[in-house]
């Protein structure tokens, strides 16, 4: 039994960091795209929307309040367990409506993402942007996934694992935002 969890724990594991790396490959296309498109003569390099600024610190915050809910669990604390965990949802959330609010931020000042107005460079932040929202949209099931069980009494301090491999795959949400942030503070 013991022998069949260690297993568990490490295939789950295993597998999410495959999933991980397949996403880093992605990315690294994209910002590399970023990176040589920068070089065209259309290029037109613009300020980042405050919003991002603002969903940048969401996001932030919700990888410290996942993190919580999981030193919570492991000492079978589960109402503090469910208040980082409802915390760490609504930051989710919270961070999605920012990222729509800056790409609203960039037409008010005539970025656009196609069409008359658009430039290579707005286009390929939207475009890398809803990328990551897209993971993020998956980041969120796994969130109301793991809220849902945690409530549902699945998680302890003995078995731990769908909220470790959960927090694995939002902490890396929030770290890849976390670079794609900078890089854009930087390349933009």
């Known amino acids: 039994m013991i022998m069949d969890a260690q297993i568990r724990s490490r295939t789950s594991k295993q597998m999410m960091y495959v999933a991980i790396i397949s996403m880093i490959m992605m990315f690294a296309g994209l910002t590399s795209a970023y990176v040589i498109s920068s070089n065209r003569e259309d290029w037109v390099s613009f300020d980042l929307p405050q919003a991002l600024y603002i969903s940048t610190l969401l996001i932030i ?90 409530l549902n009494n699945k998680y302890s301090a003995d078995n731990a694992l769908g909220l470790e491999v959960g927090g694995i795959f939002w902490h890396f949400v929030d770290f890849l935002w976390i670079f794609l942030f900078l890089f854009f503070y930087f390349i933009t």
């Open 61 to 150: 915050l919700s990888s410290i309040s996942y993190f919580l809910a999981k030193k919570s669990i492991l000492k079978n604390n589960r109402s503090q367990t469910t208040i980082f965990l409802v915390i760490t949802l609504v930051l989710a959330v919270g961070f999605v409506f920012f990222q729509f609010e800056g790409f609203n931020q960039l037409r008010e000042v005539g970025l656009y993402f196609t069409g008359e107005g658009s430039v290579v460079s707005s286009s390929l932040l939207v475009v890398i942007s809803f990328a990551h929202l897209l993971h993020v949209a998956a980041g969120l099931v796994v969130l109301l996934v793991v809220l849902f069980r945690h």
